[in-house]
């Protein structure tokens, strides 16, 4: 019988940042459409798990559930995913739920992403506009550089690309590929451009675009199918240039 | 602009070297090295005549030292503090790149052993002066025809793959069109230097000349 029809979901939990990660199993009623962000609603109606033990309501983040917010990235049946995108009806059972293991974990499902951010503040991902007097109108931007900045302009700082890169790791402080791509949005904007010289020297430092090891996973799991590896490749040829090149000609 | 003189770039300039080694002089010198030994494919006196050419440079020893040695030990040994800094998932992420990444590190650190090995039986026991003879005894052993076999293709995997990493790594193949053809390229290079490594062993092996006709 389809309305007698359950939903499996299986939730790693933590209490707080330092404490030991344990499961719990609830059994929810299927409804048509239902997405992982519902399955969580769910559970917070009703915090009873599948053997009847009342618990909390889970922790997570989210916020548009439209996947341009970018906060309910988790591990979804062991992916990097958005739980607003990932529907029931086509994720195998029981739906294992973890939060992503490069961030650290605030609560449940709920990870701290502040890593991105310093890292988005080491390379000056903003275009500087303000001065102690009127800078007027800044340069124009040619078609077919918007063309280019779009899809780079779509990130939504969600990690995803952070959490299945084997170069990001507690050996490693390497930054990311969203941050690289952000450099690259910014450098191209005419005004951005002005300060293209010190993002890239950020993007040298330890931790910066030398860590890519193209294993190019960042490609495959980016939600908002930004051209990663494209962006690293550009940045790339930027950065060594700057580095070997500089010395010599400027 | 300032502080971005006194950054420290140390990281990414060694990182980079790494890159540049891995292409220019080792995998050139690879290139080298399979061009001369395909010299046994046309007879044991050819082989010989190029070996002992080789032998006989000026400035041998400086020669095999920067250009050889020293790059290597540093790809290598580089190689492996890169892999030590990585943690491969490609049973989470079971994706073509991902797996490439992980193959890499294990051929590397195959061909990284096997050359020494290599260097130990063909330069150092026989003093820097190998002959056809000398590889043709060692390979009787099924050991050493087993090890010579795993290294040559490990050794042209890791060049294949290590192509497309660098033209990716060095914005040299930006577009996904010219990443998709640097893969092409690093896949041709690798299976043809897998076909070539393994015709020259089994040449030393079996005595076996296939291009002897020339001197007919």
């Known amino acids: 019988m389809p309305d007698a029809k359950e939903v499996i979901v299986r939730v790693k939990r933590q209490v707080s940042p330092k404490g030991t990660p344990y499961w719990e199993e609830f059994a929810l009623p299927w409804r048509p459409a239902m997405n992982v962000i519902i399955c969580l609603r769910d559970i917070a109606e009703n915090p009873v798990t599948r053997e009847g033990q009342r618990t909390t309501p889970i922790s997570y983040d989210s916020n548009c559930l439209e996947e341009v917010c970018g906060s309910c990235a988790m591990l979804i049946n062991g992916k990097a995913r958005m739980a607003c995108s990932a529907l029931v009806d086509k994720l195998d059972q029981p739906i294992r739920l973890e939060p992503f293991s490069k961030f650290p974990v605030v609560r449940d499902l709920a990870v701290d992403r502040q890593f991105m951010f310093e890292s988005l503040k080491r390379v000056k991902s903003w275009i500087p506009i303000d001065g102690t007097y009127d800078l007027g109108e800044g340069p124009r931007m040619a078609p077919e550089t918007q063309e280019k900045a779009y899809p780079l302009s779509r990130c939504i700082s969600c990690g995803s690309c952070l959490e299945v890169c084997p170069q990001v790791n507690d050996n490693n402080k390497f930054i990311g590929a969203a941050i690289i791509s952000q450099v690259r949005l910014f450098n191209m904007h005419p005004t951005g451009a002005m300060h293209a010289k010190e993002r890239i020297a950020a993007l040298m430092e330890p931790g910066g675009i030398q860590d890519c090891a193209n294993a190019q996973n960042c490609v495959k799991a980016c939600p908002k199918d930004i051209p990663l590896t494209e962006s690293i490749a550009e940045m790339n040829r930027q950065a060594w240039k700057q580095a070997l090149v500089g010395w010599l000609v400027g | ?216």
Request: aromatic residues 18%; hydrophobic residues 50%.
């Open chain 2, 1 to 216: 602009m300032s502080r971005t003189a006194t950054r420290s770039e140390t990281d990414y300039l060694l990182r980079k070297l790494h890159s540049f080694t891995g292409v220019i002089p080792v995998g050139a010198f690879l290139a080298e090295h399979f061009w001369s030994n395909s010299y046994a494919l046309v007879s044991r006196a050819q082989y010989d005549a190029k070996s002992q050419e080789l032998q006989t440079i000026p400035f041998r020893v400086a020669v095999e030292w920067l250009f050889i040695f020293l790059p290597m030990l540093y790809h290598g040994g580089y190689g492996i503090y890169i892999w030590l800094r990585g943690k491969s998932n490609i049973s989470a992420y079971p994706w073509v790149g991902n797996w490439l990444y992980t193959t890499q590190r294990y051929t590397g650190l195959i061909a990284f052993a096997y050359i020494g090995w290599h260097l130990y039986t063909e330069r150092w026991l026989t003093h820097g002066k190998s002959t056809y003879t000398d590889v043709e005894d060692l390979l009787q052993n099924p050991y050493a025809l087993a090890f010579m076999f795993i290294g040559v293709l490990a050794s042209s995997f890791h060049l294949g793959v290590g192509i497309w990493n660098f033209l990716c790594k060095w914005g040299l193949a930006a577009t996904v069109k010219a990443q998709r053809a640097a893969g092409a390229l690093g896949a041709t290079v690798g299976f043809a230097f897998s076909v070539i490594g393994v015709l020259i062993v089994l040449s030393f092996w079996l005595n076996w000349h296939p291009f002897d006709f020339y001197l007919k």
